[in-house]
T-cell receptor, first 113, second 111 residues
Framework: NAGVTQTPKFQVLKTGQSMTLQCAQD?????MYWYRQDPGMGLRLIYY???????DKGEVPNGYNVSRLNKREFSLRLESAAPSQTSVYFC????????????FGPGTRLTVT | GEDVEQSLFLSVREGDSSVINCTYT??????LYWYKQEPGAGLQLLTY?????DMKQDQRLTVLLNKKDKHLSLRIADTQTGDSAIYFC???????????FGSGTKLNVKP
């Protein structure tokens, strides 16, 4: 049982390049989340998926797209990376509305130059 | 979004108690959480409290909730060097669709 896994762990992009951050969970959780963490700002929700086949915007969705590929996987795509997207990205999952505990992945550290 | 505020730093000596404070704005919050983040790692849930509770104790951890003042605190008894980390306060409404995090309090425990 690996929990929540994220790839890659580190990535450097040039401005304008695109990339997809991958997230997978093996806990049969229904809801999945993407956050970004910036110094002094805590975690901010980018997008979430309450269940397979649905996605919704969070606080800071601009410049990102997501895909809930299946129940296990939730990817985050940067179509045209900008330096303002330099951050640490965390994926998380939760079983369903009867649960309360989010499980977090180890994070992806992204630098955009 | 909702506002969750915390002080940025706290420094204590090993063996002392640590108290980390948090204020929030959403009166409809159902669950309030404390997460711990160690360097280079994701967040790990430490404890949580339901909004109809005033206090919750779990071994060295005590959570106090003052719903009137929208104030949450985490007390760590007998703080150890291994407790050095960033602690995040978070809240969520009843449907758990969104979680709102504070900016984190960096706890430094001096030997």
């Amino acid at each position: 049982n690996a929990g929540v896994t994220q790839t890659p762990k580190f990535q450097v992009l040039k401005t304008g390049q695109s990339m997809t951050l991958q997230c997978a969970q093996d806990m049969n959780h229904n809801s999945m989340y993407w956050y970004r963490q910036d110094p002094g700002m805590g975690l901010r929700l980018i997008y979430y998926s309450a269940s397979e086949g649905t996605t919704d915007k969070g606080e800071v969705p601009n410049g990102y797209n997501v895909s809930r590929l299946n129940k296990r996987e939730f990817s985050l795509r940067l179509e045209s990376a900008a330096p303002s997207q330099t951050s640490v990205y965390f994926c998380a999952s939760i079983l369903d509305r009867t649960s309360y505990e989010q499980y977090f992945g180890p994070g992806t550290r992204l630098t955009v130059t | 979004g909702e506002d969750v505020e915390q002080s940025l730093f706290l420094s204590v000596r090993e063996g002392d108690s640590s108290v980390i404070n948090c204020t929030y704005t959403d009166s409809s919050s159902t669950y309030l959480y404390w997460y711990k983040q160690e360097p280079g790692a994701g967040l790990q849930l430490l404890t949580y409290i339901f909004s109809n509770m005033d206090m919750k104790q779990d071994q060295r951890l005590t959570v106090l909730l003052n719903k009137k003042d929208k104030h949450l605190s985490l007390r760590i008894a007998d703080t150890q060097t291994g407790d050095s980390a960033i602690y995040f306060c978070a809240e969520s409404p009843y449907n758990f669709n969104k979680f709102y995090f504070g900016s984190g309090t960096k706890l430094n425990v001096k030997p």
